[in-house]
Structure formats: structure tokens, C-alpha cells
């Protein structure tokens, strides 16, 4: 009987144990986190452009500022495209004039988005050779797909 009830507990215990490591949506997909994106993202970029040491010194700088910038417009032209989608659904409708100022913001801010990354590439490729710049500014994209791609898996 004492055999039993201890086999009993040190199931219960390892089952315990199992679901504590493994959290109640064992089987659910696992995201990553924004830091395991941004690694992924280093190293995508690092390997696809051949980044030496000192290059990677002198790119991620100017890469980094460049995306900061660009990502505070690409939030703003997200928001303006809710705003959009918003006028478009309220009741009463939208005013012509309400939907083509939020239009000229829409296409300011990107226009805006265009602007900043043509200043990164010019300064991307002050530190890298030109054809690296230029596949520098292709890699976001590819890494976006390839991402999106790893995450369907």
C-alpha cells in the first residue's frame, strides 16, 4: 500500500514538475521574443552582407539610427491607417475633408519613411561599400519574409 501511494506521489510530483517546464499550452507555438528577433536579425544581416569586424563596427551605428527613425514614422503611418480604416467604418460617415486630411498624413508619412531610408543608405554607404548599402537595404524585406516564414512553421 505504501509503495503504491509513494508511486502515485512521485507521479503526481513529476507530472507537477512536467507542466511547470512545459506551461499549460505545451503544444501551443512559442513565439520569440523581441531580443530573439533581434539576434536573428544581427546575424541574418552579419552573415548576408559578409560584414567584416571593423564594418560591422562602423554599420550598426548607422543602421540602428536609421531604423529608429524609420520605425517611429512606420508606427505613426500604422496609427494614420487605423485612423483611416476608422473614419471609413463611423456612423455618421466621414467628412470628404476629415478623410482627405488623414489621406495627406497617410502619404506625408510616407513620403517621410522614403525620405529616411535614402539618408540611411547614403550613410550606410559611406561606411560600406556601395553594393553592400544597396543589399543592406534589401535585407530588411527578405529578413520579414524569411521571418514571417519561420514563424508559419
Not at 507542466?19 to 503544444?27: E, I, K, L, S, V
Not at 530573439?36 to 554599420?59: G, V
Not at 519613411?113 to 561606411?127: L, P
Request: charged fraction near 25%.
Amino acid at each position: 500500500m505504501k509503495k503504491t501511494i509513494l508511486t502515485l506521489l512521485l507521479a503526481v510530483v513529476a507530472t507537477i514538475g512536467t507542466y511547470a517546464q512545459h506551461g499549460p499550452h505545451a503544444g501551443e507555438k512559442k513565439y520569440p521574443t523581441h531580443e530573439e528577433i533581434l539576434s536573428q536579425k544581427i546575424a541574418f544581416f552579419t552573415q548576408e552582407l559578409d560584414l567584416t569586424p571593423e564594418e560591422a563596427q562602423q554599420f550598426w551605428p548607422v543602421y540602428n539610427a536609421g531604423w529608429k527613425k524609420a520605425e517611429t514614422v512606420r508606427r505613426e503611418i500604422r496609427h494614420t491607417l487605423k485612423e483611416i480604416n476608422a473614419a471609413l467604418k463611423q456612423e455618421p460617415a466621414a467628412s470628404d475633408a476629415q478623410i482627405n486630411a488623414l489621406m495627406e498624413k497617410y502619404f506625408k508619412a510616407q513620403q517621410t519613411e522614403a525620405q529616411i531610408q535614402a539618408e540611411t543608405y547614403a550613410e550606410v554607404s559611406k561606411v560600406l561599400p556601395v553594393a553592400k548599402a544597396a543589399k543592406a537595404c534589401t535585407l530588411e524585406e527578405k529578413f520579414r519574409v524569411m521571418l514571417i516564414k519561420q514563424l508559419r512553421k
